[in-house]
């Protein structure tokens, strides 16, 4: 009789730890999951301020249709790539690059005309953008912790046999493009 005791114990703390052990990877795979749709959310925010910004620059740059033209092509193509069911990391990464070195040249660009520069709509309008690039960049950086973590989760000893056996895959993390990896001149 005590051995039956002692097989059911064993047995109750074997289902215990798969119970555990399957409910923190699924905590960490939502927490993954979230952290990618914060990024969606400061996308979204970047998507409507663009328009906006655009239609202020207009009024004062005649000379340089050129660099709205790849606005509103980078900014479609971001938001082609973001709503496009199945996108990958990397595919997004790539559209949302292009658009990020297209609002940097914007910004140059409008280096050239001073009363664009001292306009208060203008002024607010890049400061909005700023604003939301550092959260892009925060919701970045939160979406990569949360990938370091799950992803470090699934591969230690013992759970990553329970996370093979249930088929749970590391997440890709966001990677700067390659562009912005070399040192800034000066």
Partial sequence: MPSLYIILAIVAI??????????????GKNQVDES????DVQLKRRYDLIPNLMETVKGYM????????KLTEARTAAMTVHDKPGATIAEREAAENQLS??????????E?????????????LQDELSDTENKIQAARRFYNG???????????????????????TKYDFFQAAEGERANVQV
């Fill in 14 to 27: 074997v289902a215990l730890w798969l119970i555990t052990t399957y409910n923190g990877l699924i905590r």
């Fill in 36 to 39: 990618y749709s914060d990024i």
């Fill in 62 to 69: 005649t000379h340089e249709r050129e660099t709205l033209v």
């Fill in 101 to 110: 070195g297209t609002l940097k040249t914007l910004f140059a660009v409008t």
């Fill in 112 to 124: 050239n005309y001073p009363e664009l520069k001292a306009s208060q709509n203008f002024a607010q």
């Fill in 146 to 168: 949360n990938v370091r973590d799950f992803n470090t989760k699934i591969q230690v000893f013992p759970t990553n046999l329970i996370a093979g056996i249930l088929s749970f």
